[in-house]
């Protein structure tokens, strides 16, 4: 080296190795997250184009509705009328299916004299669209102003919601006073949800349709029920205790025991589901 020249500064082969691992690292870690915003709404709705006729599932007395909401969507409501003096059960299923997949469950109903209101999503089964949050609340809504104009009050309409359905059912219920409001298998918000399922993610910042319950509930003031199994390993049990810590007076939580996320679709959760409502309308 002459004289003044300054040394050559060589970086260690183990050091580029480093550098090299840890840009490739952040370049897929980059295009996952990209992919995963780009495929939320795939990855958090997964609907059922099933559009059968109510009777051809064996379902009697009940009428396929069309509405049209403010936006323009047209939505299928399979309803049947109360008898004299019960409530009418308006149900917003979860993620999955559709209400196709729920006619047992409205027939459930029916025995126990309530009427029914069962809304397909915009995107499930015969109604158009694709679902967001803000489209959901828009649909619920429109469900609940149909009841109306067939001479149903609010306040004589309870709202019965499984999983995704429950972060709709909790603002309709905050904004609309309606009779009684059962969630079976709720939670605090879809995005904690999601933050559990996704530890590595940024999912806070990056998810749209967040269904945040928990900034919601306190401006319920239906008589309210929540039930949750003790195994739900996609939701939880400690959302739903959360949830109903938030919530006011008079309120009510159930335990469905050892079982897991499909208790939603056990009978035995809507019996009680359905004591609950004939306490709140007696027979």
């Known amino acids: 080296m002459a004289p003044g020249q300054a040394p050559d500064l060589q970086v260690p082969p183990a050091m580029l190795l480093l550098k090299l691992a840890t840009a490739t690292f ?19 709705y997964f609907p059922s184009r099933e559009d059968p006729a109510p009777e051809t599932l064996g379902l009697a007395g009940v009428e396929r509705l069309t509405m049209s909401t403010p936006d323009g969507e047209s939505l299928v409501l399979w309803f049947s009328p109360p008898d004299p003096g019960r409530p009418t059960v308006l149900f917003l299923h979860g993620n999955a299916g559709s209400i196709a997949h729920r006619a047992d469950r409205l027939a459930f109903y029916q025995s126990r004299g309530f009427g029914t209101a069962f809304l397909s999503w915009r995107g ?6 694709q679902p967001d949050e803000a489209g959901l609340l828009l649909d619920a809504e429109t469900a609940l102003a149909h009841l109306a104009t067939r001479g149903i009050a609010t306040d004589r309409v309870v709202l019965v919601a499984e999983s995704l359905g429950t972060g709709v059912a909790v603002q309709l219920a905050a904004r609309s006073p309606v009779g009684a409001l059962v969630l079976e298998a709720p939670f605090t918000a879809a995005v904690d949800v999601a933050a559990r399922a996704y530890p590595g993610v940024p999912v806070r910042w990056l998810m749209r349709d967040q269904f945040r319950s928990r900034d919601h509930i306190a401006k319920v003031r239906a008589p309210l029920l929540i039930l949750h199994g003790e195994r739900d390993s996609i939701i939880p049990i400690s959302f739903g205790r959360t949830l109903f810590d938030l919530a006011n007076q008079p309120k009510t939580f159930r335990s469905l025991g050892p079982v897991g996320h499909d208790a939603t ?3 035995a959760t809507w019996a009680i589901g359905a004591d609950f409502l004939d306490q709140a309308f007696p027979p």
Do not use: C, K, N, V
């Open 26 to 44: 952040g370049l897929i870690y980059a295009a996952a997250i990209a992919m995963l915003f780009l495929a939320q709404r795939e990855m958090q």
């Open 124 to 129: 499930y089964g015969g109604s158009t669209g």
């Open 265 to 267: 679709g056990d009978p």
